[in-house]
C-alpha cells in the first residue's frame, strides 16, 4: 500500500555533496515515520537517519554534523543532504517508511521500502 522511489544517487568526489529524494505514494496518510538505511558490499545494511511524523530526527554517528534529513507536512517526500562526503559513505541507500497497520485489535509497523539509489564517493 506504500511505494518508495529514490532519486539523487550518483558520483562524487571526496569532500562533496548530494542530495538524495524518497518519493512516497499510496497510503501515505499511514507512514509514521521515514528513514534513510545505506548497503556497502560486505556490509549490512545500517540505518543513516530517521525522521518522525513530529520531526523529531536521529542520525548515525558516522554521518552526524555531514548529513540533514527532512520531510515535508504531506508526509510524500524525504530528502537526506549529504555534505563533506566521504569515501566510506559509498553505499546503497534505501529509503524506509513505517506504515501502522491494525493487526486483530492490536497496531502494528509495518516496513516499506525503496529499491535504493547508488552513491559513489571518490578519493
Known amino acids: 500500500q506504500v511505494h518508495l522511489v529514490e532519486s539523487g544517487g550518483g558520483l562524487v568526489q571526496a569532500g562533496g555533496s548530494l542530495r538524495l529524494s524518497c518519493v512516497a505514494s499510496g497510503s501515505i496518510a499511514s507512514i509514521n515515520s521515514m528513514a534513510w538505511y545505506r548497503q556497502s558490499p560486505g556490509k549490512q545494511r545500517e540505518l543513516v537517519a530517521h525522521i518522525t511524523t513530529g520531526g523529531a530526527t536521529t542520525y548515525a554517528d558516522s554521518v552526524k554534523g555531514r548529513f540533514t534529513i527532512a520531510r515535508t507536512g504531506a508526509k510524500d517526500t524525504v530528502y537526506l543532504q549529504m555534505n563533506s562526503l566521504k569515501p566510506e559513505d559509498t553505499a546503497v541507500y534505501y529509503c524506509?517508511?513505517?506504515?501502522?497497520?491494525?493487526?486483530?485489535?492490536?497496531?502494528?509497523?509495518?516496513?516499506?521500502w525503496g529499491q535504493g539509489t547508488q552513491v559513489t564517493v571518490s578519493s
Open positions: 524506509n517508511a513505517a506504515s501502522l497497520e491494525w493487526r486483530m485489535a492490536t497496531l502494528r509497523s509495518v516496513d516499506y
